[in-house]
Every structure is written in C-alpha cells, then in structure tokens.
C-alpha cells in the first residue's frame, strides 16, 4: 500500500481547471520530482497536498488516512520554499524549534533536537544567529532543517534551489538527497530543472498542462519517453520527421535520404508522418561509430562548450544536434563542411504512433 | 551652481514661514515675569494640577486608543492582505472616511447613537463615555495607523511566512502574535506614536463628550491666559516633534529592529 496517494485530483479556479485529474502513488520514502514547463500545475499540486489549496475533487491519503479535509496545520507535513521563509525576527535556533514549540515538546527535547538538526545540514554553530545573517544557501539548509524537526510523514520542496547560484545548487541538492535518505522521508520535490530531477530522484512524474505525462525511474523518462512532450522536455532531444516508407522493414525516408528502425512500424501505413527522436549522445560524425544508420547533411552552427563541442547539422528540413567531446589537438569542424552522421537502429524513438 | 538656488529659496521660505511664528511664539512665552526672560510661565503650567489631571487622562486614553487600534487594524491589515485582496480599495477607502469626514459631524453621529436613550447608552456612564471615545480616537487614527500597518505587511512576504507557520502546525493567533505582528513592529510603532499625537491635541470630540482630556485643557487656559498658552503651545509642539523623533529612530533603525 502506498504511503501517499493522489486519487483522481482535480482544481478549478474560477472557471479554468488547472489540474486535470491527477492519480499518483508514492511509496514510503520514496523521493519523487514533479518536472514540467512553468505553468503547469506542480506547485497547485504540491499545495494541495500540503493542505493551502483545496481539492475541487478527488481525494488525498496519506499513510491510509484521508487528508482531503484536513486544514495544513493537522497534517503533519514538512515544506521547504523557494524564498526560504525563514521567520527574519526569530534566530536560527527559534526558527528550527518554532514547530517543536507549538507541538509543546519540553524544553530539554527541544535543545536537543535542535542541535542535532543544526548538526544534520552541517550548520552546528549558527544557531545564534538572525536568518539576514546567513548566506542563501545556509538559508535554505536551516528551512530544511525547520521543516524536518518536527518529523514530518512527507517532506514538500517547491524549488528550493531555484534563487541559489548554480554551484550552490549542485551540492545543495546533493546534501538535500543525503539527508532525505538518512532519514528515509517520503520526499515530493517541484522542478522545472531536468538535470536536477534526474539526479536526485526514484522516480520523476513529468507533469505538462495539469496532467501526469509520464511517471518512471530517470532511466526510463530519459531513455524511453511516452510522448512527445515527454521526448522533447527532457533532454536535448533531435526531433525529426520521417516519412514511412515500408512498415515491415522499418524503412523511413527523411527528406531524400533512407534510415531503418530495429523494429517494424506496426500500425503505420507507408506515406505516414512519424516523429522520430534522437539523443544528441547517440550520434556521432563520420562513420566510425558502425551504426547501420547515415544522413549526410552540412554543418550548420558548432558551439564550443567546454569539455563537450556541440554540433547542429542540417539535413534538408531537419536539424539534428549531436554532442562530440573537446579533442585538443584536433580543431572542431567549420560551419558549412559537409558531414555524415551515424547512429544505429536501436538509437530512434518512434514518437506518437499513429492510433492502431 | 545657478541650479541650486531655486531649491534653496524654497527651503529658506518655508523655514521662515514655520520657523518665526514658533520662535515668536517660544519668546512670548518666556517673558512672564517683566523685564527679563524666565521659565515662569511653564513653571506655573507644569505646576497646575489640572494640566497634570488633563494630560495623565489624555495620554491614558491615547494608550488604550493605540491597544484597540493595533487588536482591529493588525488582523484586518492580514486577513484583507492573504485572503481578500480584493477588499483592499473598498477597505483602504473606509480607513480613510476619518479624513473626510469632520469630527464635529462624527461625535454627532456618536451623540445620536450611543446617547442615554439608545440602545447602547454609553454616555450613562463615566467609563462608558471613556470608552466610546476612546473608540472615536481609533476611528480618528485609522487613516494613519492602516496606512502604516499595511506598508509593514507588505514588506515581508505574508503568503510564505503564514503557510511556512501553519505546516509547522501553528494556529491562527500563534501566526499572528509570534510570527506576523513581530514582523511589523516598527510599523505598528509609528502607527503608535501617530495615534499618540493625533490623540494628546484633539479637542472637539473631547470637549462634546465632556470628558477632562488635554485638548479642552489647552482650550481653556488659551481662552483665559496670556503666557501660560504660549508655554502649552510649545509643550505640545515638543510633544508632537518626540513622537515623530521616536517615529524616525524606529523607522530608521530597522537593522536594529530586525536584530531584536
Ligand atoms: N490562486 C490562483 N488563482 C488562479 N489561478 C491560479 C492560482 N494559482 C495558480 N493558478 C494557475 O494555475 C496554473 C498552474 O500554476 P502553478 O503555480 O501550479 O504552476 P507551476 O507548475 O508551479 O509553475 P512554475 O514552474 O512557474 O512555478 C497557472 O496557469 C496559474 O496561473
Ligand atoms: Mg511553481
């Protein structure tokens, strides 16, 4: 049985439904990352779960018991935001036993459990101080650390991260996920940042337009999207269409050139247009790679990223990007050159087949 | 340097047209006794018991005008600011009907409804009338007191710390004694030390309630004496320019607030 679930959730405000219908399962301790476009309705969703929206309907059970009802201060939920709220009149140590104080834990308890609190996000001698007094990052850490000392059945983060700079961001969410499985908390944490979803979660439920597009391990969101959104939001994903031009085979023409996929195109009619999806890592220049697949086409731009070069190559109507690594001794190719490019059968993701 | 000038031609005007009526006015009052300058005057006020009485019972009735103002201003203020943003024109236009409406026409309206003869007779009673103007001066002192209050709330973000408070398990009055009224306390004091002002020197409500605040005092002596006015006229301007200090340490030193 599930720790949490979303059964059927809905919202409207005023006349516009914003969550259309959300079913979800989270296991006990579970980490799991809402990622989707801005507007799409995690933090509606995250809400309502932790009892500041009401449901229009559905219910929500945590632990067995429904909470559909219950008002936010009986539910027993911690949450982190993404402009900290630290109460700023209260020092670091007020602001971490400010939930033990109303739960009317002893003073002793309370002592106690806020420095092993300070001592869990690596912060034991700033307890004195006045939350203007910490850098953002050291901010976020003690909201951490307030939301998890009253011991919380689920841990809410709405981008916690987002208003860090990017290295902060790095290791905090690093530390994030260490202590979250030290704790072994069910965690629900909003993104609009793939990388980050990917990295720390169980499992990632890709929201887009109020629904759940897909719901999996990173290795499967990544490697084996759905739907096309689903392709096109994770990722650098190539996207190109491919007219059919033998099902059986796999055979599929892009614009005037041929490529097979490693299974039939079962339900597709020859004349059909599919979306067809590569990574930029599965391609690469030249024929080295002894993919049975190759599209000749000319350089259109290369960005020089550092470690990585990325190449955009145009065939036609379609543009795909392919990732090389940065060789020092050998210059990247120029704009214009001709190239081909290789990528084997396994390597396309057929993207919203045609109905069967 | 031609630019200059312009500005500093208004600041000199204006410091003439406040400053030489004080000045004269602080003159005057020095020379009670004949032929030299004295603090007689204010000796003599400072002195007279009913000035004591008036200003103990005024400063009294500010205090509890300041205690009722901040109970109905500081929840209306938060409620209208998280749950009903909507209400803030109509809200922000009845706070400021006080301004509006002349206080003679307002303790009228007090007269009628509270008189001896209504349905609450407030005016029966001593207390009752020190009530009902008590209220009168917190209705008087809105304007300022929202007006301050308000600006307070929206420097912290209301939504965040209340939702961060309730998942932590807070009630609503927890919320609003130990995590918002904290957050707007330099706010809530110069809505205080306003009200103190407007209350200490108003004369028209407490004169038509009969009751013995400063106001009617200040009346009285202005109507009956010659030095001793201009000593009360500075009194209370120095009164007056206390509050909008204590106003500007406050308001000023919020590191320092926030600190403690
Ligand atoms: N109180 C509200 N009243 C009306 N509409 C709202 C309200 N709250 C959210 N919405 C709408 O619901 C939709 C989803 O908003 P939500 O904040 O959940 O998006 P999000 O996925 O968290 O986006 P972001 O990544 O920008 O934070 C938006 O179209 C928003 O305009
Ligand atoms: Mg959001």
Redesign the interface.
């Known amino acids: 049985m599930a720790f949490l679930t979303l059964e059927s959730l809905t919202k409207t405000f005023g006349n516009q439904t914003t969550i259309h219908g959300i079913d979800l399962a989270v296991e006990r301790g579970e980490f799991i990352s809402f990622l989707g476009p801005s507007g799409c309705g995690k933090t509606t969703t995250l809400r309502m779960i932790?009892?500041?929206e009401t449901p229009t309907s559905g219910t929500i059970k945590i632990d067995g018991k429904d909470v559909t009802d219950l008002?936010?201060?009986?539910?027993?939920?911690?949450?982190v935001?993404q402009?900290y709220?630290?109460?700023?009149?209260m020092t670091v140590a007020d602001n971490i036993a400010?939930?033990l104080k109303?739960?009317k834990k002893s003073s002793a308890e309370i002592t106690k459990r806020v420095k092993e609190m300070l001592e869990l996000i690596k912060l034991p001698d700033v307890g004195a101080r006045?939350p203007?007094q910490l850098s953002g990052g050291q901010q976020q850490r003690v909201?951490l650390a307030?939301?998890l000392a009253?011991q919380p059945k689920i841990l809410l983060l709405d981008e916690p991260l987002s208003a860090l700079d990017a290295k902060i961001r790095i290791s905090l969410r690093e530390e994030i996920r260490a202590v979250q499985r030290a704790l072994g908390i069910t965690t629900i944490y909003v993104t609009h940042d793939q990388e980050e979803a990917l990295s720390m979660s169980d499992r990632i439920c890709v929201m887009n337009d109020g629904r759940i597009e897909q719901l999996g391990t990173p290795f499967e969101i990544y490697n084996y999207p759905t739907t096309r959104f689903v392709a096109s939001f994770v990722g650098t994903l190539n996207i190109l269409n491919g007219q059919v031009l033998d099902s059986t085979s796999g055979r599929l023409g892009i614009d005037d050139q041929e490529i097979f996929t490693a299974r039939e195109l079962g339900g597709a009619s020859t004349g059909d247009t599919l979306s067809l999806a590569l990574r930029p890592e599965a391609l690469s220049i030249g024929h080295a790679n002894g993919g049975s697949n190759n599209l000749n086409g000319t350089i259109d731009e290369v960005h020089f990223l550092g470690s990585v070069v990325r190449i955009r190559v145009r065939f036609g109507s379609n543009i795909v990007s392919l990732d090389t690594f940065n060789r020092p001794h050998s210059a990247p190719p120029e704009r214009g050159q001709p190239v081909t490019v290789n990528f084997t059968r396994e390597d396309i993701l057929v993207l919203d087949r045609p109905a069967i | 340097m031609r630019a200059r000038i312009g500005p500093w031609i208004a600041i000199i005007v204006g410091m003439i047209y406040f400053l030489v009526p004080l000045i004269a006015t602080f003159e005057f009052s020095l020379r009670m006794k004949r032929g030299e300058y004295s603090f007689e005057a204010y000796r003599i006020v400072l002195g007279d018991p009913n000035f004591q009485a008036s200003f103990t019972y005024s400063a009294l009735i500010a205090v509890a005008a300041i205690i009722f103002g901040v109970l109905l201003v500081v929840p209306t203020a938060y409620v209208v600011q998280l749950k009903l943003p909507r209400l803030r024109p109509l809200v922000e236009f009845i706070t400021l009907l006080p301004l509006v409406i002349p206080a003679i026409v307002l303790v009228f309206g007090y007269l009628r409804m509270y008189n001896s003869s209504s349905w609450i007779p407030l005016t029966n009673s001593v207390r009752g009338t020190d009530f009902l103007l008590t209220c009168a001066y917190v209705t008087l002192a809105l304007p300022y007191m929202y007006r301050a209050v308000d600006t307070g709330l929206r420097a912290i973000d209301v939504r965040t710390l209340t939702e961060a408070a309730q998942s932590l398990g807070s009630s609503w009055p927890r919320i609003l004694f130990q995590v918002i009224l904290p957050n707007v306390r330099v706010a809530v004091l110069s809505g205080a030390f306003l009200t103190f002002a407007i209350v200490i020197g108003e004369f028209t409500m407490a004169s038509l309630l009969n009751r013995p605040a400063f106001g009617p005092y200040l009346q009285l002596i202005g109507a009956n004496r010659a030095y001793e006015p201009a000593a009360l006229a500075i009194i209370a301007f120095i009164i007056t320019w206390a509050c909008m200090g204590l106003i500007q340490l406050f308001g000023g030193g919020r590191q320092n607030a926030a600190r403690r």
């Open positions: 932790a009892g500041f008002r936010p201060n009986q539910r027993n939920i911690g949450m935001f402009a709220a630290l109460f700023p009149n400010f939930g109303v739960a006045y203007y909201a307030r939301a009253i």
